[in-house]
């Protein structure tokens, strides 16, 4: 299948002040699209033009050598983006506050409490060395936060990302997600993206995997 740029469920400008609506205009109409776009031209005439964006992530050790460098940034880079938009929602209408139920359970017992696990989260997204995605993830029954570099992700396994699990929540910490607002604050952009943190989705995720 052609990999495809994935309406917003909200509008551009539906997580102002937070996340500002010039950056999600670029964000998303420019940035996600491209990796749209260089991702199907890389897969251009193969047969693997007919995988999912999940396949290709998974599965990128399968792909012939000339062609996993342009998809592991590429099609990481439509994945991470495409499951970002969903963990985003309005403050006070689906977005911030905290987990409820069995994923604020998993956090308490995996971190101490909501507090900590959200003062390690923040911590390894500022240590996040140049672009790159942080991740909360349920791996081997336990939620763990770890980072991977420029667009890889936990699918790509521990080999490749460094990082291993199913992702149960994702940041962005590229300069392009908050610079036009934050500038080099990227520790104020990580404050501002817990108001408008989709728990409900991350709950249904992780009762998913």
């Known amino acids: 299948m052609t990999l495809s740029l994935p309406e917003l469920a909200y509008p551009h400008d539906a997580l102002e002040p937070f996340i500002d609506a010039a950056t999600m205009q670029i964000h998303h109409g420019k940035h996600h699209a491209a990796y749209v776009t260089n991702a199907n031209k890389a897969l251009e005439g ?27 940034n590429n099609a990481g880079g439509h994945w991470n983006h495409a499951l970002f938009w969903t963990l985003l929602a309005p403050a006070g209408k689906g977005g911030g506050g905290s987990p409820t139920g069995a994923l604020a359970e998993a956090i308490n017992s995996s971190f101490g409490s909501f507090d900590a696990f959200k003062e390690k989260f923040a911590a390894a997204a500022a240590g996040r060395f140049g672009s790159g995605w942080v991740w909360l993830v349920k791996n081997s029954g336990r939620l763990e936060i770890c980072s991977t570099a420029n667009q890889d992700n936990p699918l790509m396994g521990k080999a490749i990302a460094g990082c291993e699990g199913q992702p149960i929540l994702g940041l962005d910490v590229w300069e392009h997600a908050y610079y036009l607002k934050y500038q080099n604050r990227r520790p104020d952009y990580v404050s501002a993206w817990w108001n408008v943190v989709n728990w409900g989705k991350a709950a249904e995720r992780f009762a998913g995997s």
Do not use: H, M, N, Q
């Open 46 to 72: 193969t047969p693997f033009a007919e995988w999912s964006a999940d396949d290709l992530v998974r599965k990128l050790a399968d792909l012939p050598e000339e062609k996993r460098g342009p998809v592991r």
